[in-house]
């Protein structure tokens, strides 16, 4: 990374969906944010409003229209198709709404999967019993999804997204499908992974209690990303 750089930098990024057909849809119109190391970020807004657009963006799982993503100072748009999977595997963890975890496989082996690709990690599986332990999950490595709540579920995912030890954690919505509690015990969880993996957080929610844990909160509003001011609790 450039010394004393963000380690995440997105300039004047648009995108326009269809932009080709009769009614072409703008929906991030010119973003601009700097994002740095250890920090952790809540991106907010109305349904539609292009917040998943701009996670995708950001984790390389769709490109910008126009402008300019930069990770570690590497513009992302100048990776191919191999380095791009590299890059995603080793500095991204995603976190979606819904767990996406392997039905047939345990707790255990469903952390490991990111694990599989790529260069051998030495300690992969210490640091995945580990993290489990370390979301209270110890009693739970052998279990499959269908054995454990929605809320075990998606702390598995959270680790399963932390076993590579990625330098920025994306999450979509990550307590959509939960119930207060389970929602709130995430909330918390990400917050201290935070703090102690030193991990860059974005998180995309619609749960103010959510948004407020993290250190900056963000508002997407037609295709415009502004600062919101509320205060923290963490
Ligand atoms: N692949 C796509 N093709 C065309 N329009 C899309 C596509 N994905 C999303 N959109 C549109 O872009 C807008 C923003 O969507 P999205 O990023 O999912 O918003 P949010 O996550 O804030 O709910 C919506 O109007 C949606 O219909
Ligand atoms: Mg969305």
Known sequence: ???GG???????????YDPQGAAPAEVLRGITLRVAEGESLAIVGPSGSGKSTLLNIIGTLDEPTDGKV????????????????????????????????LPQCSALEN????SLVGPRREGAE?????????????????RRPGELSGGECQRVAVVRALVNRPRLLLADEPTGSLDQAGSDSLGSLLAE???????????????????????????????VLAEKSTPAIR
């Open 111 to 114: 952390v490991l999967v990111p």
């Open 6 to 16: 963000p380690l995440l930098e997105l300039t004047g990024v648009t995108k326009v």
């Open 1 to 3: 990374m450039t010394a």
């Open 126 to 142: 210490q640091r995945a019993r580990r993290l489990l332990e370390r979301v209270g999950l110890s009693a739970r490595f052998g």
């Open 70 to 101: 930069t990770f570690e100072g590497r513009e992302l748009s100048a990776l191919g198709e191999a380095e791009l999977s590299r890059f995603r595997n080793e500095k991204i963890g995603f976190v979606f709404q819904l767990h996406h975890l």
């Open 193 to 223: 992974l935070n703090r102690e993996e030193g991990v860059t957080l974005i998180v995309v929610t619609h749960a103010m209690p959510l948004a407020r844990r993290m250190r900056r909160v963000l508002e997407l509003m037609e295709g």
